[in-house]
């Protein structure tokens, strides 16, 4: 399959953006987030610049993993396969929204980032459709991304 440019990659759990969506993000202060210029390496070891990396360094303790449904839950446990997510709204309501556009969560199988629907809004006319969607979290069940 031919490496494909496009304005939203994915590396492992992180996206890889062009410049025009990492400067709708730049001007936010986000907890635990930075975008590293990146190099895209294509086909015919051709250089793609003007790439940005999510280095989501910082995870939020935000799932309320008693209310959420989780597989084979133990609260012992010290990380979790969440199907249905929900949030501990008392951690989110400490912390500004600019804050916490981006959230990469504590304790959750499998990473992932949740972003919020104000960046969502903006990014997603640069997203295609057929190589990545963006999933509501109140309608998001674990699966959903394959279908």
Same mark, same amino acid.
């Not at 989501?56 to 133990?74: R, T």
């Not at 990469?104 to 969502?120: M, N, Y």
């Not at 006319?125 to 699966?143: C, N, Q």
């Given at each position: 399959?031919?490496?494909?440019?496009?304005?939203?990659?994915?590396?492992?759990?992180?996206?890889?953006?062009?410049?025009?969506?990492?400067?709708?993000?730049?001007?936010?202060?986000?907890?635990?987030?930075?975008?590293?210029?990146?190099?895209?390496?294509?086909?015919?070891?051709?250089?793609?610049?003007?790439?940005?990396?999510?280095?989501?360094?910082?995870?939020?303790?935000?799932?309320?993993?008693?209310?959420?449904?989780?597989?084979?839950?133990?609260?012992?446990?010290? =990380? %979790? #396969?969440?199907?249905?997510?929900? $949030?501990?709204?008392? &951690?989110?309501?400490?912390?500004?929204?600019?804050? @916490? /556009?981006?959230?990469?969560?504590?304790?959750?199988?499998?990473?992932?980032?949740? =972003? %919020? #629907?104000?960046?969502?809004?903006? $990014?997603?006319?640069? &997203?295609?459709?057929?190589?990545?969607?963006?999933? @509501? /979290?109140?309608?998001?069940?674990?699966?959903?991304?394959?279908?």
């Amino acid at each position: 399959m031919p490496f494909i440019v496009s304005d939203f990659l994915l590396h492992s759990f992180f996206p890889v953006v062009s410049k025009k969506i990492a400067d709708i993000i730049m001007p936010y202060s986000i907890n635990g987030f930075q975008l590293f210029p990146t190099v895209l390496i294509g086909d015919n070891e051709k250089r793609h610049g003007d790439f940005f990396f999510f280095n989501a360094y910082d995870k939020l303790d935000c799932i309320d993993f008693d209310n959420s449904d989780i597989h084979d839950y133990s609260s012992e446990d010290s =990380i %979790h #396969e969440v199907i249905r997510y929900k $949030l501990k709204n008392e &951690v989110l309501d400490t912390i500004p929204l600019e804050n @916490r /556009l981006i959230i990469r969560p504590s304790k959750v199988a499998g990473g992932g980032l949740f =972003i %919020h #629907e104000t960046l969502v809004t903006q $990014l997603i006319k640069y &997203v295609d459709p057929i190589a990545f969607k963006f999933f @509501r /979290l109140s309608e998001y069940t674990l699966g959903d991304k394959y279908v």
